[in-house]
């Protein structure tokens, strides 16, 4: 474990999704009650994907699309709103569910609206034939292995391949890891297991930080964050 120097914590604490030890996620902060609508309950626009399954969230007054429902389409449009047929009342779609879509095989795009803040756990795993993902502006949250299994192309930047905004793997040898502004996310074990990187440099723009990301890094010396906020130091000798 990289335990968080406690005199610094003040300076992440209300800007950072971030556990004590900086290796595991609140997995608290995203949580929902589900009602359960079945896809003829659902209306949605012109241009978006019908037939998708959707459960609303009482607290929230959102939506959360949990499955494919008797969509039989491999393009998937994401609406931001959707409408209950019975009273026309149109609410915001915020979330993706856990396993929402794992192990469909026919899927190949995914285009989501910019309302969604979360992608559950699991929620594209094992669909095998996705290769193109388009979030949403608003996503903050990625569940564990929400991604794996899929064969989605990814940007790079610094060394890093990048979906959106969300830093997803790491593809560089250098001791020092830059991860530019404007990143929101760093996903599952990204910098695991790594054993060339000496210090690594966080952005101001940061808001979640998944599982195990800094996991097993026997290299690591330093982790700074908004340039003057260090966020972890090696241990002094004793």
Not at 57 to 74: K, P
Not at 102 to 121: C, Y
Not at 165 to 192: C, M, Q, R
Request: aromatic letters at 8%.
């Amino acid at each position: 474990h990289y335990p968080l120097r406690r005199q610094r914590q003040m300076c992440i604490r209300d800007r950072l999704t971030i556990a004590k030890d900086i290796n595991f996620v609140d997995k608290t902060t995203y949580t929902f009650k589900y009602s359960e609508k079945s896809p003829s309950e659902i209306e949605v626009d012109d241009g978006y994907t019908s037939g998708l399954k959707y459960s609303y969230n009482a607290g929230q007054r959102s939506y959360t699309l949990t499955g494919i429902g008797s969509s039989t389409s491999d393009t998937i449009v994401i609406p931001d709103t959707v409408r209950l047929v019975a009273t026309s009342v149109e609410m915001p779609v915020t979330a993706i569910a856990d396993g929402a879509f794992k192990n469909n095989t026919k899927i190949k795009s995914v285009t989501m609206g910019d309302n969604i803040v979360s992608i559950g756990a699991s929620a594209f795993e094992g669909c095998t034939s996705l290769t193109e993902l388009n979030l949403g502006n608003s996503v903050t949250s990625i569940g564990a292995n929400a991604l794996e299994g899929t064969n989605i192309s990814y940007s790079e930047i610094n060394g890093i391949s990048f979906l959106n905004k969300w830093a997803i793997s790491l593809n560089t040898t250098a001791s020092h890891v830059s991860v530019p502004e404007g990143t929101v996310g760093l996903y599952d074990s990204l910098f695991a297991f790594d054993e060339t990187i000496n210090s690594i440099e966080l952005p101001s723009t940061l808001k979640t930080i998944n599982d195990k990301v800094f996991y097993g890094l026997k290299s690591l010396s330093s982790i700074s964050i908004y340039g003057d906020c260090l966020l972890y130091t090696s241990p002094s000798p004793r």
